[in-house]
Structures are given as C-alpha cells and as structure tokens.
C-alpha cells in the first residue's frame, strides 16, 4: 500500500499568460487526491524539465502538444523513458488530436479533444495505455490557482488573470481547431479510432465540441482571483465572449453581480456579428467590459468569404467598430498576414498588395472611427488538420510529407511564412495549375515577399497607428534601401511633417512629442552613451513618437535590449517591445482611455 499521494506534473512551453488547460486539469488532479506540480519549458530547453523529475518523481508527465513544439517534446519524452522508464506519459491539445497514432509512438496516452473525463479515467486506473478519442464532455473543475501561481509567481503578480468561459465555438473559421471535424483527420486515423469516434461524432462532428461554463462556475473563480492574487484585468480567452442575452441567461447575470462580487474590469472576445445586438453591448458595458478583441483577418471580402470561411460584409466591420468605440470601449483588431493568395473565383489582391490592403483597413477604420486601440497582426502557420492548411496544400501553397507534418510551421505566429505564392491570381484552376513552376513565385522574389511580409508584421501595430500610415509602410517596404532604424525614423519623420503641413492633426500631435521622447532618450540612466543602442534610441524618436504612450514603449525596449539582447536592439525585441507596451500600458490600462495618440 502506498503511503505518499500519486504525484503528476503538468508541462507546456512557456508563456506570459497562464496555460489555461493545465490549470483546469491540476484542479481535476487535486480532486483525484493527486500531489501537483508545474513546468513550463523556456526556448524548448528542456534541462530543468528532467531536474523537476528527478526532484518530483512523478507517477505521470503530461504535456501541452501543439503543432510547433511536438518535435522537442518528443525528443524529451523519449530520453524520459530511458531514464525513467516507469513513468506514464500523458499528451493533449490540438497536435495529439490532429495526430493521434503518431503521438501515440511517443507517449503512453495520448488524449484527443478535450480532456476532462480521460485525464480522469487514467488517473484513477481505469484505462489501459493508448488514445482516447473524443468522449462526452463534463464540467470544468476548478482551477489549481493555487500550486501554479506558488511555483510561477511572475504571473501572479501580472495584472492580467486569464479565465475562460467555454471551450469549442459555433464559427467555422477555417484556420481554428475548433472548426476541424473527424474529416479533416481521417488520413491520421486507423480504421478501429475511427469506428470508436464514430460512436460519439457524427459525420461533421466537430473534435473540440462546446462545453460552456455555469455562471457560479465562473463567478467562484474570477471571485478567488479577485482575493487573492493582484488583478487589474481579467481576460476571458473564449473565442467568442457573451452569447448568453437572454433574460436571465450568463451576460445578464454578470451585469447584476460582476461589479459588486468580482469588481475587476474585463477584456473579451468577440465577432463583429456579434455588435449588432446593442443589448449586449449594454450588458458588456454594466457588467464591467472595457475593451474588446474582434478580429478582421483580412480586409478582402473575397478572401473572408471563400478562403477564411468569414462571411462578413466591410459594412458589418465599420458599424461594429463604431458602436464599440462610440461607448468609449477599446479595441484590439486582430489579423492574418501571408494568406494563401490566388484562388479565389474573382482576382483580389495579392502577396505585399493584399498585406497593405489589410493595414489601410486598419488606418480606415481609424480615420472613420477612432478605432482600433490596437492592430495585432501575425503571419499565416498553416497547421495540418485544420480547413485552411487542406486549403493552402490543394492550391498548391503549401505541402509537407506525410512523416515530416509541419516540420517547418513554427511555434509562434511571429515568424516568417513557410507558404509559396503565385505571382498573380489564377482563379480556382490554381488547384490543376499548381505543378506548374512558371506561376510561382521565384525563389529570389518569394524570400523577398518573406521579408516584406516579416517586417510589416513587425511594424503593424506602428504603422496601423500613424495617420496614412499604409503609405508610409508602402514606401519602405518597397524600397530597395535594406530596412534600419534610421531609414524607418527619417521616412517616419518626413511623413509625418508632410501630413502635418496639409492639417493632419494626429500628425501635429505625434510631432508634438517628439521633444518629449528626446529628452527621455537623453536622460535616462542605462549607461548608453556613445553606444549602438543610444544611437539607434536616437534614429527611433520619431518611431515611439507615433506610438501611443511612447515613452512607455521606449524605456521597456531598452529594459527587453538588455534582457534579451544582451544590449542589442533586434527587430524583433523593438516589435515585441513594441506589442506588449500596447497591451499593457495602453489597450488592458484601466486607468487611460487611449484612442488616439
């Protein structure tokens, strides 16, 4: 008879917001009578993965597996078994429900699709090794907060606590999990997996079915939150936030009893369908919602419709976001850069063309509005089992070998794409056309797409932010002068004063505070002078001078060149800088209202 508690540790890379999934799933554990504990692997460097084994000495490891990280991750499982053969591996998440065999190879139990119940049925010895396909849902425990934020206290102190809602959506975008259904994977199936899904999925079931939260459920944690860990701001992470308007129904409840239990404002996810129900955004508003993310993708109705599966009209995005912004909320637009270009049934568009569209979108929507708070953009990682990478490997955009499924897709959306790209569009014969070479791009122009496209996605939130700033990215884009902080800050300079001169008053405003980041630039203490980084701070006035809260942006950039660039200034610290100064001293500030610069 065992004396101590069965012990598991649960494991994903690391992130800045909390992994979710793993939180719930510890609460599951707690409840099972297990001992807990946490690892995230920083940089897929695994060494202090196998010194909190050797510490712990777990029963079971499991592991967060998304497509991007399950290489490393497989390496390390496979050294666990040499070293500690007894120990079960467990693997979840999107990449072992894509592939469920493969990861089966590399682990004792590979869960598909939400994992509640199976995590359960193992932990209590009641399942033999293998893969659990989809099963019926069950509730969501409640959260192990506590051993998580006691071994990781810098996200106890964030001011930004994550909670999610529910699980799965009712949206079909074709580049999300939680449209992919049992088709999208039947290469991946062996006959008999495919029989046991069938008992519980119908033809176009979908893998990551809803499950949605009580209230109380909700209420109980974000209460916790709020006594016992700093909190600023809740964000709910669902896909699409307040479906629940009926009378009683979830928002209705949180605008009776959010501010007086919880009293944290919130940020939330929505779609632009969506804000046409004012009643929502009534109870968003009295419920304690500030800010809001709705995500654009791409400003081409075209490519909405017949590549994203996002059927919305320009009219639906420009209203939706003047309603937002007219109740003083602010929003964060999302967007995908490097979509596959060049099938649609009528021309679009395309590559850097189609890239800028997208950002004019953005500065459109400023000039008409005065919204977005905030334009995140990310490029294109066409993971295998989702709509949009079937889409992107029958045009021709993309193809990997059967043993090698995005071997190449990264682990962030921050990188450059992996995709090709015709030179022009050809129209849904593009499928039968896409042997042929002469329609491509030439391996000389589709790296110089690449780079075009890696560096808008770095600067997007910049030039999203600067009036016409669709043609200042146009300029120096396609320049061939090779891109530098000076080039950016002299172009910047100049657009600037050009709009200013022809009555720009957000042009005038920016300008205005250029002397102010100067002097920041001057007089901060960091033992710069004289050095690379002082004089690229220097070139850059103009750039954090276009920025909302510049001078935030600007002394995080120097504390990220120190942190992560030993004193370097990379592009992509300055874009990183850059995104999380947005999100936090201006797009999650509750104490500024910050739409305009």
């Known amino acids: 008879m ?9 494991c994903a890379s690391y992130s800045a917001i ?4 793993l939180l719930y799933l510890a609460g599951l554990a707690r409840d099972e009578g297990y ?6 692997v920083k940089d897929h460097d695994f060494e202090s993965f196998f010194d909190d084994i050797d510490d712990f000495r777990p029963d079971y490891v499991g592991f967060n597996l998304y497509t991007g990280n399950h290489y490393q991750v497989f390496h390390a499982f496979r050294r666990l078994k040499r070293s500690h053969p007894t120990i079960q591996t467990i693997v979840g998440g999107p990449h072992a429900t894509y592939f469920p065999v493969d990861a089966s190879n590399q682990a004792d139990f590979v869960v598909m699709s939400e994992g509640f119940s199976a995590l359960r049925q193992i932990l209590q010895g009641n399942t033999q090794p293998g893969i659990s396909p989809p099963g019926p849902s069950e509730s969501f425990p409640h959260p192990d907060r506590e051993t998580f934020y006691r071994q990781y206290p810098e996200h106890a102190k964030s001011k930004i606590k994550s909670v999610i809602t529910m699980t799965g959506c009712p949206y079909t975008c074709t580049y999300c999990y939680n449209s992919s259904t049992s088709a999208e994977i039947k290469h991946n199936l062996t006959s ?6 069938a008992q519980f999925l119908s033809k176009n079931g979908r893998l990551f079915p809803n499950n949605v939260r009580s209230f109380d459920s909700v209420l109980q944690e974000t209460k916790e939150i709020s006594e016992k860990w700093p909190a600023e701001v809740i964000y709910f992470q669902d896909d699409v936030f307040g479906f629940d308007i009926k009378e009683n129904g979830f928002l209705e409840n949180m605008a009776k009893t959010w501010p007086r239990e919880v009293g944290v404002p919130y940020h939330a996810q929505m779609r632009w369908e969506m804000t046409k129900q004012q009643k929502r955004l009534d109870l968003i508003q009295e419920s304690g919602g500030f800010g809001l993310t709705l995500a654009i993708e791409s400003s081409i109705p075209e490519i909405r419709r017949h590549v994203l599966d996002r059927p919305m009209a320009d009219e639906l995005i420009f209203n939706g976001m003047q309603s937002v912004i007219d109740r003083g909320l602010k929003i964060r637009t999302e967007q995908i850069t490097g979509l596959p270009y060049g099938a649609t049934p009528t021309p679009t568009p395309m590559n850097l063309d189609a890239d800028l569209h997208l950002l004019e979108h953005n500065v459109q929507l ?8 905030m334009a995140w953009a990310s490029t294109l990682a066409p993971y295998v089992g989702t709509k949009l990478a079937t889409y992107c490997r029958d045009n021709g955009h993309y193809y990997s070998n059967p043993g090698e499924q995005n071997h190449d897709v990264p682990d962030t959306f921050f990188e450059r794409s992996v995709l090709r790209f015709p030179k022009e569009w050809i129209g849904p014969t593009l499928m039968d056309k896409k042997t042929d070479t002469s329609i491509w791009l030439s391996e000389e122009d589709l790296e110089l797409y690449r780079d075009r496209n890696a560096e808008l996605r770095r600067k997007f939130n910049f030039f999203a932010g600067i009036p016409k700033g669709h043609l200042l990215a146009s300029n120096y884009l396609r320049s061939d002068k090779p891109y530098s902080y000076k080039r950016l800050g002299e172009e910047t300079k100049q657009h600037l004063k050009m709009l200013a001169r022809k009555g720009y008053s957000q042009a005038l405003k920016m300008l205005d505070s250029v002397h102010h980041i100067e002097q920041v630039v001057s007089v901060t203490d960091t033992g710069l002078k004289d050095s690379d980084l002082q004089t690229q701070l220097e070139q850059l006035v103009y750039y954090f001078a276009g920025l909302p809260n510049g001078a935030s942006a600007l002394n995080r950039t120097i504390d990220y060149s120190w942190k992560y660039g030993r004193g370097k200034l990379t592009p992509n610290i300055l874009s990183d800088a850059t995104r999380h100064s947005l999100y936090e001293d201006v797009l999650y500030s509750v104490t500024t209202n910050t739409n305009t610069n």
């Open 2 to 10: 065992r004396l101590n508690k069965p012990r598991i540790l649960f």
């Open 18 to 21: 909390e992994p979710l999934g």
């Open 35 to 40: 001992d807990r504990r946490f690892h995230l």
């Open 192 to 197: 008999d997996l495919a029989t046991r899904m």
């Open 366 to 373: 400023r000039e008409a509005t005065n919204g977005p708070t």
